[in-house]
C-alpha cells in the first residue's frame, strides 16, 4: 500500500470513530441506554417466573434469587460454545449439534448459577434472623405496635432477603394486601423452619393480640445456640475435608524438603 492509501483508510477509521463516539452520545443523553437495561432485566426476571411457575426452577428458595447473573452467565456459555463453529465450516447437522449443546449447557449453567444464589440468600436469611427476632422483641418492650416495629427492624437489618421480605410484611397495608396474606405468600418463598416459627409468633400476636417479646427472645436464643451448634458440626468436618490436600499435596513437598540432602548424596555416590 502507498501511503495515500494508509492516509484514506485512516481517515474512514477515524470518521467512524467518530460516528460512533457521537452515535453512542446522543444515546446516552437520550436515555436509550437506560431504558434498554431496564427492558433487558425485566425480560430475564419475566423468563425467570414462568420458568418457575411451570416448575422448571423448583428448588428451595428460588423466588429469592437474583436472577441476572446467572442468565448472563448461561448466555456467555451459550455464545462461546457457538463461535466454535463459526471459527470452521462444519455440515448443518454438526451446526444444529452444537446449538442444541449450547442451549443444553446455557440453561444447565442458569439454573446452578440461580440455585447457588438461592443457596446464599436463604443461609443469609438464617444468619439474620436471630438478630432481627431479638431486634424485634426490643422494639416490643419499648412499647411500639408490630408494624412500626418491624419497620424499624427493617431499616437497622442490612440490606438483604430478609429485610426485603420483612419490608413487604410490614408494608402489606400500604401494598393492599391483608397482613394475613402477606406472611403466607413470605412462608411459600422462604423455605426455613426458624423463619416459620418466626412469622408464626407475629401471626399469633396479630390474632390473639398477646405479647410477643418474650418468644421472640426465647426464639431468638434457640436459634443463635442452634447455629453455634451448626458452625461446630462444620469446624468438625474441615478437619477431614483437609486430609486429602494434606496427603496429596503437603506431605509430598515437605517430605521432598526434608529428604532431598540424602537424595542428592545417594545420587552423588551412585555417579561415583
Known sequence: MRSMDYLFTGSLLLAGLLFLLRSSDL??????????????????????????????????????????QGWIAGETTFLAILLVPM???????????????????????????IQADAKKQVNGI?????????????????????????REVVKALPRSALSRELDEIARSRLLGISRENAIERSTRRVPLDEYLLFLNLIRQGDRLGVGLSQGLRELSSRMMESQWHRAESLAQKAAVKLLFPLVIFIFPSVFLIVLSPVILKLFEYSGR
Open 27 to 68: 444515546w446516552i443523553r437520550s436515555g436509550l441506554i437506560p431504558r434498554l437495561t431496564v427492558k433487558i432485566v425485566g425480560f430475564h426476571e419475566r423468563a425467570t417466573v414462568k420458568m418457575i411457575e411451570k416448575g422448571i426452577l423448583r428448588f428451595p428458595g428460588v423466588h429469592l434469587a437474583s436472577p441476572l
Open 87 to 113: 471459527s470452521r465450516v462444519i455440515s448443518p447437522l454438526s451446526a444444529a449439534l452444537y446449538l442444541f449443546a449450547g442451549l443444553l449447557l446455557g440453561m444447565a449453567v442458569v439454573a446452578l448459577s
Open 126 to 150: 438464617r444468619s439474620a434472623l436471630p438478630l432481627a427476632s431479638f431486634l424485634l422483641s426490643l422494639m416490643l418492650e419499648a412499647g411500639m405496635g408490630s408494624s412500626a416495629a418491624m
